[in-house]
């Protein structure tokens, strides 16, 4: 090329949520049976869909207008309910015009960066979830700023860190959250969203609040909206969807509610350029957001989400009884969403640790695929050739803490029993192998 076609962020963007799938496949093709504990799919790992949702989704297919093209912040009346909604359950009005639908908040998450001055940078959670760490860095072209998540403080952020960075770096024009938190499941607890509100007041700073899993709670910390938090004057972006909530994560249908948009004016323009790239693309996907008010409405879907939670809990609680007291491992027991995160230190990752593999060739596939790897994505792919258990290494969520994310998805108490107590078992063998390497 006579000139460099290269972005300056491509090499920011990384998903090994997905990444790990290609290890997964070739070890597939020599035998090893895969569990697929990576991914944050319930319709994937078998939750099955309610009938009086895919009754609700049949009718809103018999209608021609569910085929068309959308308004470009979507639906107006569908807005309208939202708004609605949730300005009765936080008790801060929403204007059903400072709503704006995405194709899914993945798409929501890379125009929030994309359209952000080049300078302007939104400092987020370590470990995060890598769509926003790589779409922010990718945006700046240079490593996403983080504030650290502690595992031995039950994964809560470290305010003074958030403080300090926010201070001394005048970059930084957003803070990001994620609540309840992906890859942890920590629930943000009140008064540390008051602390992260209070420095983003101090400093003239936006807040954006990814609150995907929000009705996807199961312990002791209630969630409490970034709306509730952000008085009538602090910016803030907070992300909605139906990924995980209904779940139909492909419906590709998420949005975001903007909060004190005109207490300032360049984030007044910012939120304008978000909806004027919108219209370049025309709209969002229709159809889920024709079937949103009548499913979320829906006297049955409380019921739905209590159903869930109660198994994500016993999850949680099966999990944390197999990890708890393995040495060398912290494991705070999450709050909501539907993963399971694990930290090892050195001792449970010993240098050359491995874990015996029954296929020949899948042994030697992996040894070669493990060669400078980093020491928990090696400790990943012998779990997985040796037991098929597919989780992802924490060092793919922009982390240096070592460790594992796994999802409490699998509908089959059994069998997750079954899985949890495996990887235990692994965790120990592996930190009772290494050579030395
Ligand atoms: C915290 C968080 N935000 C956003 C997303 C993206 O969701 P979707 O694009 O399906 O709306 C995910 C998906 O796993 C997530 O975990």
């Not at 993945?106 to 001055?117: F, K, Q």
């Not at 005048?170 to 499941?185: E, H, M, Q, R, V």
Request: charged share 25%; proline share 7%.
């Amino acid at each position: 090329m006579r000139t460099n076609i290269v972005h300056e962020g491509a090499d920011e963007l990384s998903y090994e949520i997905r990444g790990i799938v290609r290890i997964a496949e070739r070890l597939r093709d020599f035998g090893v049976d895969i569990s697929w504990e990576n991914i944050g799919d319930p319709v994937a790992k078998g939750e099955g869909i309610a009938g009086w949702i895919k009754e609700i989704v049949s009718d809103v297919i018999r209608d021609d207008r569910s085929f068309g093209y959308s308004p470009t912040k979507g639906l107006p009346e569908t807005r309208a309910f939202i708004a609605e909604h949730r300005s009765a359950e936080t008790g801060v009005r929403l204007d059903a015009e400072d709503i704006l639908f995405f194709n899914g908040l993945g798409d929501a998450i890379s125009n929030v960066y994309t359209y952000l001055r080049r300078s302007a940078r939104v400092i987020g959670p370590s470990p995060a979830y890598p769509t926003h760490s790589s779409a922010e860095a990718a945006h700046a072209g240079s490593p996403h700023i983080t504030y650290a998540l502690d595992p031995g403080n039950g994964w809560l952020p470290d305010v003074d860190d958030i403080r300090n960075k926010v201070r001394y770096n005048p970059n930084i024009a957003g803070i990001l959250i994620i609540n309840p938190d992906n890859p942890t499941g920590m629930v943000y607890p009140k008064a540390v969203l008051a602390e992260i509100v209070s420095i983003a007041r101090e400093y003239g700073v936006f807040v954006v609040s990814d609150e995907t899993y929000a009705k996807l709670t199961y312990g002791t910390e209630p969630f409490v909206p970034i709306a509730e938090m952000v008085g009538d004057d602090v910016p803030a972006i907070a992300m909605r969807g139906l990924s995980k909530e209904v779940p139909w994560p492909g419906s590709r249908c998420g949005w975001i509610e903007v909060y004190n948009k005109d207490r300032d004016a360049a984030f007044a323009r910012y939120v304008r350029t978000l909806v004027d790239a919108k219209m370049l693309e025309v709209c969002s996907t229709t159809l889920p957001q024709r079937a949103l008010p009548s499913i979320l409405g829906d006297g049955r879907y409380g019921g739905l989400l209590r159903k869930r939670n109660d198994d994500y809990r016993r999850r949680a609680d099966i999990a944390h009884e197999a990890f708890s007291g393995i040495p060398g491992v912290l494991a705070p027991r999450p709050d909501g969403a539907f993963y399971y995160s694990v930290v090892f230190d050195e001792s449970a990752l010993p240098s050359g640790g491995r874990l015996p593999i029954g296929s020949p060739e899948a042994r030697q596939f992996i040894e070669k695929e493990v060669s400078g790897a980093p020491a928990d994505k090696r400790f990943a792919y012998y779990l997985m050739a040796s037991t098929g258990i597919c989780v992802v290494p924490l060092s793919g969520f922009n982390t240096d803490l070592p460790g594992f994310r796994m999802t409490l998805l699998e509908p089959d108490e059994m069998r997750f029993r079954d899985i949890v107590g495996r990887i235990a078992d692994a965790i120990r063998a592996y930190a009772g192998s290494g050579d030395g390497e």
